[in-house]
């Protein structure tokens, strides 16, 4: 049995965002082509930061997780926040759903009562309204499809749903779904832009409204080498 969608105070769970970040090194790796290592580094911290300060100020949000194997570059990408921890991704828990799922633990230890909001560090047009309509449903399990409807950038687990296995990977959607029907009923689908753009390709970022590449390429821009500012198309 699913928890209560509200608290007995009568107020709405609030949700703690658990943002799974792996590094500024290894990642991006399908935008190697036309961003040399030191601009993709730049832009996982630029993502990362819009993220988090996107969650922390959205309603309903009580605090946000990183969880990363890399503390030092992610302490440094983020500004601090008494709500915002970061948290060392244990090596017995690897891998994206490895560290999603270290998350859950801190959460259902810490904070049993919260709703659990997995997001990826990487969704440049993500706004308050998109978290919003996320934790709106009041389904046990809602997700946040990509813009080709085959994987997964967001998750909303209600409390009572700690069977749910966490499935990220090509194709999540379809099994994350699966694993919600296994739960008891279907999940509920979250389509918009600010959830379903993550910039992983050169499309992606076509994909993107033009003031939103404009701050992007402004935030990989690395100061003393304008020339770099052009290899984005
Ligand atoms: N902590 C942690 N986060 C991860 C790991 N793998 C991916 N992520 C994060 O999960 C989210 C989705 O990542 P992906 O789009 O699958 O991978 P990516 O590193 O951004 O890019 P690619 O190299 O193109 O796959 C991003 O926020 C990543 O930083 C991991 O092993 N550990
Ligand atoms: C991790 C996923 O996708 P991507 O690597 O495209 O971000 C996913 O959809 O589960």
């Known amino acids: 049995m699913t928890a209560p969608l509200t608290s007995v105070t009568g107020q709405p769970n609030l ?131 990509d813009r080709a409807g085959l994987g997964t950038n967001a998750v909303l687990l209600r409390p009572g749903t700690d069977a749910f296995t966490f499935a990220f990977g090509e194709g999540s959607l379809a099994r994350h779904r699966h694993e919600a029907e296994s739960l008891g009923s279907p999940a509920a689908l979250v389509r918009r832009d600010g959830t379903a753009i993550d910039l992983d390709t050169e499309a992606d970022f076509g994909a993107l409204a033009p003031p939103v590449q404009e701050w992007l390429r402004a935030g990989i821009a690395v100061p003393d080498d304008g020339q770099r500012l052009r290899a984005l198309p």
Do not use: C, M, Y
């Open 15 to 145: 949700a703690t965002a658990v943002v799974p970040l792996r590094d500024g090194r290894t990642g991006k790796t399908r935008l190697a082509e036309h961003l040399p290592a030191r601009e993709r580094g730049r832009l996982v911290a630029t993502l990362a930061r819009h993220v988090v300060a996107t969650l922390l100020a959205a309603d309903g949000v009580r605090r946000v997780l990183v969880v990363t194997a890399d503390p030092v570059f992610v302490t440094d990408a983020l500004e601090a926040d008494p709500r915002l921890e970061i948290l060392t991704q244990p090596s017995a828990h690897p891998g994206l759903n490895g560290a999603v799922e270290f998350g859950r633990e801190q959460v259902r230890r810490r904070w049993p009562g919260d709703r659990l909001l997995v997001i990826h560090a990487d969704l440049p047009a993500l706004s308050t309204a998109d978290v919003a309509a996320l934790l709106a449903p009041a389904a046990p399990v809602t997700l946040g499809p």
